[in-house]
């Protein structure tokens, strides 16, 4: 144990993070899976509030979204430009992600811009017929 008593996590749970902040933008579900049925919280935030929804919502990785959001990953969170999932989703194009997240609850005018907002803005006509 070290004698950092600050309260700010050592070397070794930062490089953790990163590791899993990683996966979640590469889709790497093996790694997630490990460490979230470990007790990770799926929830985690980066510094920029990014959650690892948000990073593999944005980067189209509809398995890793589904795993996430069966741990406990929340539709809803937005990162700290108020950005969602969902509208990440929709940005990109992925529409089997942005289906993924309106099922599990996703509001697509939550966040700025929200997903419904940016399906219109970028004539995402497939999507914006999920959001209703």
Do not use: C, W
């Not at 070397?11 to 579900?29: K, M, Q, S, V, Y």
């Not at 593999?56 to 700290?80: C, K, P």
């Not at 108020?82 to 099922?103: C, H, N, R, S, W």
Request: aromatic share 4%; proline share 4%.
């Amino acid at each position: 144990m070290s004698g950092d008593t600050s309260g700010a996590p050592d070397e070794e749970t930062l490089a953790l993070a990163h590791a899993l902040f990683d996966a979640a933008r590469a889709g790497d579900n093996t790694l997630l899976e490990r460490y979230l049925s470990a007790g990770a919280p799926a929830t985690m935030t980066n510094a920029a509030g990014d959650s690892l929804l948000m990073l593999a919502a944005y980067h189209g990785h509809a398995g890793t979204v589904r795993l996430l959001l069966a741990h406990g990953g929340e539709a809803n969170s937005a990162n700290d430009r108020g950005q969602t999932p969902l509208a990440g989703a929709v940005f990109k194009g992925y529409t089997d992600v942005a289906q993924l997240l309106v099922e599990a609850g996703a509001d697509p005018d939550a966040g700025t811009p929200s997903a419904r907002a940016a399906a219109q803005m970028f004539e995402r006509k497939d999507i914006l017929a999920l959001l209703g």
